[in-house]
């Protein structure tokens, strides 16, 4: 059982990297893309707590690093969205209270993820961002990630809560 | 794992290890270069999710063509479901219709642009885009070794240069962008020959601008001279004489060793479908490879 759950996670957080490099592509916003992959974390973060999302942010940054068409250090976007699985985490007894506050954690982890994958890419050098450049990319990008939210977050809890041990009843 | 309980502190060894992680493969990566050991992993992963792409591009294109369908049927009522998704389905036919057509077109100019450099092409789709939240801009194309693709190909299409081919899996090939703040490329005036070094400003809307350095700081440039590739050694990684753009502003200060001047590329980086890779004119590939006039399918033969 719980390798067919480890399977049905790894297609989920598979299927968002690939929708967002694919099908969003033709509906981007000047390049920027909603962000699925840290949606399913954030997601998986208010269902079953820090741990388990910091594990599938690992994950999940490591498909963004590595499926194609990267051209980045590989880890960057792995240490990002363990971060954002974790905060998001330990926030989710406010954040599971309510729609709006479920919003807004997706838009303070939107940023937050964004941000760091950002500045690791500017201590890297790699490539070298102007400031200028993230400061007119990550509020474009926090507010398509925001758009979709109602499309897809309360799905990816739904799919989390169906895979939920039983034994966890709460 | 077991899942703590909202009460709960947890533990943060788990986030440490992570942590941990992270840096050690961002580590591995930056200190191993092309050679390093995240690049066979890279290349798995590469080879899984690369038709994963190509399959997903090719049954969404109808749509992501003509976002304006996506938005008529996003608001699908329960009421009138069955008119409209019949509706839809004749727009999708027909989106499907423009689509091919304009393929079409863009083929035709892709064997113009073969006969005109006399280069050897291999034609490809673009089936996905980096995000700009990753601030590279890379696309992944539909060919890869399979069909002769190897890393430092230059890829462009009927309007002019496109970029470089960064990395080759066996069925994709990712394609930096001329955009792309990576990206330099060396290339020369159309009416003076002077030569000087492009760079990508990372942004690929309709406001996509080129650097231009030029070498020669005392050489004058005018607005709307032509820009194309100045070529590399064999070809690698840029072939010479493509189209790259036009001149759209000059700027010259005493302090600075180099005349610059901005270039608008040739190419909508915003909606790339169809690119050819140049390649060996014996190249052996897995579909029909665009030589000058000829296709090497052309069983009629001796158009070479």
Redesign the interface.
Known sequence: MSAVRALVLTGIV?LA???????F????F????P?LALLVVVGAALV?????A??L??LG???????????????????AL??VG?LA??V??DAGSSAVSAVLTVAACSFVG?SI??L??ML?N?????VR??LK?IP??VLYDVLVTPFVLPLVMRVFRRL?PHQ?A? | MRPTSPGQRPSRAVLVLLLLASFTIITLDVRGGSSSPVEPLRSAVGTVLGPVENGTAAAVRPFTSVPGFFRTTGGLREDVSRLEAENSQLKGELAGVSVDRNRAAELDGLLASSKSTGYALVPARVVAMGPAQSFSRTVTIDAGTRAGITADMTVLNNDGLVGRVVRADTSTATVLLLVDQDSVVGGRLGSSMEVGFLRGRGSVGGDARLDLDLVDASAAVTRDDSLATWGSRHGAPYVAGVPIGRVVGVSSTPRQQSTQAVIEPYVDFSSLDLVGVVVDRDTLSDRAVIRAGSTSTDSEGGGR
């Open positions: 598979l990297v690939v929708l967002q490099v694919t099908v592509a033709g509906l981007s000047d390049g920027v893309v962000n079953r707590g820090p741990e388990f910091a594990v942010g690992f940054g490591l498909a963004i690093d590595l499926a194609p068409p990267t051209h980045h250090v590989a880890g960057r976007w792995a240490l363990v971060v974790y985490g330990r989710r007894q964004t994958f950002a690791s890419g890297l790699d490539p070298a961002i102007p450049e993230a990319v474009v990008a939920q966890v709460y």
